[in-house]
């Protein structure tokens, strides 16, 4: 700086000082040691910069990519800015800001006294008060009042914005100091590069991304993106003279809000651009006369999640991650996730498959639409088999966060209370794969038979080790089936294919309940409210409520043999300077065998092949999967995989348990709704199109070990009452089977078991048959009339003695009975030729 232009801004600064009615106490030196210093060619007047300008960070837009990278689901800001370096904004940007607002910039040294000496007079001699403020003044107010705000600092905010003329002195003497270090930094002679090569270069780059162009617009980038849908490298003329003339009172002159006023004021800065020789007289004749609503495109930002059309939920999802998750939250960083998201420039690219989401969307609204009167909803989330990346959330809802507008929620259906969601559902069926991964686990196989027959379960029978001691007390527990009917015995296999409850409840009492707590905690479930997973027989009908993602990520452990892989939302995020941030990382592990896992699914291809999934085969592949129907039908579902994509659909009433019965959906009348109903055809839709192109791939089966298991114990059911036998035998692993025939006993009462085939004690493999024979008192007919024809040396069938003939028959034979007989002709008589 010259000493006469240091001694202008000092005249200046008396001038406004005794308009203000008081000197310039703030630069507290006399005139004559800042002139004497000025001379010596130092600069240590003005270059005590606070920390506060000296650091600023602007809040910046955060971008919540898909997958790919590029499609835009939602953009979150406190301050709706892109920065940008200087040769990213147009020259006719520059200049216009430039012309508009301080147009002695490239002469000043921060403060213009020319233009303060002119507010001066104007003052005093009318009643106008223009402002003397230059750009590098204006970027000094902005941005200590952008870091006041960000650390929440009251006193500092007041003192940026306070209406004083200390104010305005401070603002004077920094602006100075301001420009002397940038001055310093990156020197005084500008050159025609594009890039910032000197200290006036670089304040007007910071000044056009730290101003506010509009309501919640900051900087040129997001104005240019906002008002003509295009960066600020390629704005027009005209373009950046409407931009420009926003600055000055962003309310009032508002293009969108008040077009006729900004119209106006563009012109006013066209005019200006034209005297200083930016623009010629033609072109300033055809742009005053252009309206300014024809050089509008308006690009309004998808501002939040509510504005993410595709996955609005999902992306709800990814900003309760950033907001709780610990890799963002830590003690030691300088913001919460929470401001990072709000101010740190991010571009967070997700997991989400696009194409699939927009077939989930379509698919849900087909089976059930969010306006159906019915009030029930559905959810459809898909992961990624082999890593756990969610590929699609989606619900047939609208976003709100108020939850006012009709057919909307701000409760996402697929998650954990925690992060956005409900309560959970209770998952029904879809919860016996967990129970047959512990009976596998436990030694026992599928080809194992149980009794699927309606019974009481006394509390005394159950085993629960973590308890202690007998826990269970109260009245026998009778669950039943759908229908409320009994079923035959069958072998696991079987039972899982049919999903038939009271199978399942047989195969836990046989197990350790804390055992299966333990099993579903292993694959990855637990509950949606937080609670812990409660230890009760009814377990086993899925009656603990879980959030469609935790039962998706529980079959994914699964479909990828065994490894469980957290599900995960987030690839990558960069912050406004392009450096990598910490995001939650993969984390597959192995949580059972790859051969208990492939048991599993040997089971649950059998529901698509054989049991109830088998209307809805994929088309031209293989699958693995499990209906799902809680208590009185109040949520169906249906989760099912292939080796490249798990997933799982729910529908069900979102705020309480109402009974699928008797209700319409989508206009047609159901009399009861099961996850084979709706769930599983919705779910075959999802999965046919978004596996279109892909080969198909082969799925595991069974092991003989996990098909046949160990050799069991045959048990004694001698002297036992049939029903007591049938399940006996049952309950041991086996098939029963009734001989045709009565066997007299005086030993048994009638209608027990006389005899056992294989005997008691011997070993079978699970599924074997174990043929038992019914007591009776009544002798067979043969005791008193022997037939003629029947051998007298072989004792017929139902002879319940260890000796034949019985030693009663020397006294006592039946009519027609005859020892010894005579034997057959050996040569009989040729018979002739005809």
Known sequence: MTVPQLLSSLMMFVAFSIIGGFLIAGLALPAATVATSAAEGTAELFEELPKSLQNANLPQQSNIYARDGETLLATFFYQNRVVVP??????????AV????DKRFWQHNGVDGEGLMRAVYINLTTPDSPGASTLTQQLVKNTLLQNADATGDLDAIADATEVSMARKIREMRLALAYEENVNRQYGK????????????????????????FGTRIYGVESAAQFYFKKPAAELTAIEAATIAGITQNPSRWDPVRNPENAETRRNTVLLVMYEQGHINRAEYDEYRLTPIADTLTLNYPRSSCAAATDAPFFCDYITKIIDRDPVFNDPDLPWTGAELLYRGGLNIVTTLDVDKQRIANAELERTLPASDPSGFAMALVALDTTTGQILSMAQNRVF??????????????????????SRGFSPGSVFKPVLLAEWLNSGRSLNQVVSGGIRDWEPSSWRASCLGGNPYTGRPWRPGNVGGTSARQQTVLMATANSVNTAYVAMTNQLDLCAVRDMAGTLGFHRSDGLEFEVVPSATLGTQNASPLTMASTYQTFANGGVNCKPIAILSITDANGEEIAV???????????ELSNGVTHALRAVMTVGSGRPQQLAGRVSAGKTGTSQKNAHTWFAGYTPEITSIVWLGHPDRDVPQ?????????????YGSTLALPTWKRFMDQALAGVPASNMPTASATMLNGALLRVPNVVGMEEKEAQLEINDAGFAYAKDSVLLFSDAYPPGTIVSQ???ADSTLNGGGTVTYVIATNKRPAWWTNWPAGWNPNVAPADWWGSTWPPPEFNTNPPNGWNPNPPDPDPDPDPVPDP
């Open 86 to 95: 200087l040769e990213q904004i147009s020259p006719w940007m520059q200049k």
């Open 98 to 101: 430039v012309a508009v607002e």
């Open 189 to 212: 002679v500008c050159t025609a590069s594009p890039e910032v090569d000197c200290g006036k270069e670089q304040v007007l780059e910071q000044y056009l991304n730290i101003a506010q």
């Open 400 to 421: 709100d966060p108020s939850a006012e507008a009709p057919n909307s929620t701000a409760i996402n259906y697929s998650v954990d209370r925690e992060y956005g969601g």
């Open 584 to 594: 939650p990382q993969e984390d597959c592990r192995r949580v059972i065998t790859e």
């Open 661 to 673: 019965q008797s209700i319409t959906f989508n206009g047609r009348r159901y009399g009861f709704v």
């Open 757 to 759: 085939r294989p005997e």
